[in-house]
T-cell receptor, first 121, second 107 residues
Framework: QITLKESGPTLVTPKQTLTLTCTFSGFSLSTDGVAVGWIRQPPGKALEWLGLVYWNDDKRYSPSLKSRLSITTDTSKNQVVLTVTNVGPVDTATYFC?????FGSGWIDFWGPGARVTVSS | DIQVTQSPSTLSASVGDRVSITCRASRSISTWLAWYQQKPGKAPKVLIYDASTLESGVPSRFSGTGSGTEFTLTISSLQPDDFATYYCQQYLNYPLTFGQGTKLDNK
């Protein structure tokens, strides 16, 4: 059974760094073709893709956020970490981690339940 | 970036209706398109990938067609569980992009 779950702070102060951890089970990020990514959704708005990491550590980021994003992995712990620096109110959103369908080129077959993050002083 | 635009933004329909949602890409994406269903407070769920392949376990009343720049998600006979928001997503290249969503509500 494949599961993913996001964890991290629910409230972040403006200009600080947001760190979210995705802990997954039922698959390995060491397996060829596997990818884990992050998507966010501001309240009442559409989904926004942030970035992903492949099994071979190749990483892709949204160009509009690339300067503030970082995705790292801990394969031994089955974790993928998203870091967003210098956050502002526009970063208030539910953050989802998700698995890219193996060799599926970018569609998502499993999602975590989401972590709601508010940026406010 | 490849933009994907959905229409309509809101669709009112009744149980038993046949409904269609359109997704248009700003340039050709072949069949690199997926459709998701999202209910309030929940994560999206994939319905269709590669424009027309039904994900395992998804009811056959859902279908996807199209290639190039124009795609359609059709629900052949709307069921009570289908009232939700639907998103398309292109994955021809990065950044991956989603449509703005279509909210399907009960007329």
């Amino acid at each position: 059974q494949i599961t993913l779950k996001e964890s991290g702070p629910t409230l972040v102060t403006p200009k600080q760094t947001l760190t979210l951890t995705c802990t997954f089970s039922g698959f390995s990020l060491s397996t060829d073709g596997v990818a884990v990514g992050w998507i966010r959704q501001p309240p009442g708005k559409a989904l926004e893709w942030l970035g992903l990491v492949y099994w071979n550590d190749d990483k892709r980021y949204s160009p509009s956020l690339k300067s503030r994003l970082s995705i790292t992995t801990d394969t031994s712990k089955n974790q993928v970490v998203l870091t967003v620096t210098n956050v502002g109110p526009v970063d208030t959103a539910t953050y989802f981690c998700a698995r890219g369908a193996p060799f599926g080129s970018g569609w998502i077959d499993f999602w975590g339940p989401g972590a709601r993050v508010t940026v406010s002083s | 970036d490849i933009q994907v635009t959905q229409s309509p933004s809101t669709l009112s329909a009744s149980v038993g209706d046949r409904v269609s949602i359109t997704c248009r890409a700003s340039r050709s994406i072949s069949t690199w398109l997926a459709w998701y269903q999202q209910k309030p407070g929940k994560a999206p769920k994939v319905l269709i990938y590669d424009a027309s392949t039904l994900e395992s376990g998804v009811p056959s009343r859902f279908s996807g067609t199209g290639s190039g720049t124009e795609f359609t998600l059709t629900i052949s006979s709307l069921q009570p569980d289908d009232f939700a928001t639907y998103y398309c997503q292109q994955y021809l290249n990065y950044p991956l992009t989603f449509g703005q969503g279509t909210k399907l509500d009960n007329k």
